[in-house]
């Protein structure tokens, strides 16, 4: 089974940069098939995916946000997502996903707010 584990840092100021990290365990990144999602929702609102990492190293982005958000991974176990140029209306709960011939994992969920 596989679990995801998000971690971040709560609160972030407008202007800076976020960096969030995926832990993966109970499963590999690389595995085939395999891809590896940031999902943010903001308050109020419906979720809206980010952009993802594929088990190859491929990375797929929404057009809203490809120019400010990079995903990566540095091994079998870590997804990365770094946004830059935060604003107010980035304040979501980010969570990672994994999604697999039609079976989806989730992990729990990370608040970030950005304000000053």
């Known amino acids: 089974q596989v679990q995801l584990q998000e971690s971040g840092p709560g609160l972030v100021k407008p202007s800076q940069t976020l960096s969030l990290t995926c832990t993966v365990s109970?499963?590999?990144?690389?595995?085939?098939?395999?891809?590896w999602s940031w999902i943010r929702q903001p308050p109020g609102k419906g979720r809206e995916w980010m952009g993802a990492i594929a088990y190859d190293g491929d990375t797929y982005y929404s057009e809203s946000l490809k120019s400010r958000a990079d995903i990566s991974r540095d091994n079998a176990k870590t997804v990365y997502l770094q946004m830059n140029s935060l604003k107010p209306e980035d304040t979501a709960v980010y969570y990672c996903?994994?999604?697999?011939?039609?079976?989806?994992?989730w992990g729990q969920g990370t608040q970030v707010t950005v304000s000053s």
């Open positions: 109970g499963g590999s990144i690389t595995t085939s098939h395999f891809y």
């Open positions: 996903n994994a999604f697999i011939w039609s079976y989806n994992y």
